[in-house]
T-cell receptor, first 112, second 113 residues
């Protein structure tokens, strides 16, 4: 049964550490996205990828990095440069860019 | 810069009545609009969309209306059911190179039995 899997569901990070959030899809979608959600705000785009080995910055890319080595996978690294990393992170994919997106169930990241 | 705004953070309606969720946008280049529904501890799921060449799109109990001159869209749910209780996000994008889909902050709908 096709979908998007994000892991882990909850993640804790010590200050100064990098942490990587996993996102895998088996929908054969070309485009993948990472969003951040903070209380009372909409989804803000961090990075997106239209195709393997290509990705573009979104509105709030500073302090984050991504890779797209495989079509199915789009991991997000939250680096120590991200000053306020505590948030709910959502990964999504779509057949092509700007089409309806399928979302994972999210990862909640907290700083210890 | 919030290009998509959902000014009502919450809405409560009685089961069987109509739910109307509103969304305003500022970018006149937007030509494709979507509604997503989100239950707690789950990711949003796509509900319904409309392109700017239409002013109405209907799918079962869900209808989206688009008023381009007012830069306003709304989602109507008739009749509302308790299972519709969720957070609803509206989103908008413009055809072109790259991704510029913008999401509103969401409206929490509660349908009371």
């Amino acid at each position: 049964d096709g979908g998007i899997t994000q892991s882990p569901k909850y993640l804790f990070r010590k200050e100064g550490q990098n942490v990587t959030l996993s996102c895998e899809q088996n929908l054969n979608h070309d485009a993948m996205y990472w969003y951040r959600q903070d209380p009372g705000q909409g989804l803000r785009l961090i990075y997106y990828s239209q195709i393997v080995n290509d990705f573009q910055k979104g509105d709030i890319a500073e302090g984050y990095s991504v890779s797209r080595e495989k079509k199915e996978s789009f991991p997000l690294t939250v680096t120590s440069a991200q000053k306020n990393p505590t948030a709910f992170y959502l990964c999504a994919s779509s057949q092509r860019i700007n089409q309806p997106q399928h979302f994972g169930d999210g990862t909640r990241l907290s700083i210890l | 810069d919030q290009q998509v705004k959902q000014n009502s953070p919450s809405l409560s309606v009685q089961e069987g009545r109509i739910s109307i969720l509103n969304c305003d946008y500022t970018n006149s280049m937007f030509d494709y609009f979507l509604w997503y529904k989100k239950y707690p501890a789950e990711g949003p799921t796509f509900l319904i969309s409309i392109s700017s060449i239409k002013d109405k799109n209907e799918d079962g109990r869900f209808t989206v209306f688009l008023n381009k001159s007012a830069k306003h869209l709304s989602l109507h749910i008739v009749p509302s059911q308790p299972g519709d209780s969720a957070v609803y996000f509206c989103a908008a994008s413009a055809e072109g190179i790259g991704n510029d889909m913008r999401f509103g902050a969401g409206t929490r709908l509660t349908v009371k039995p």
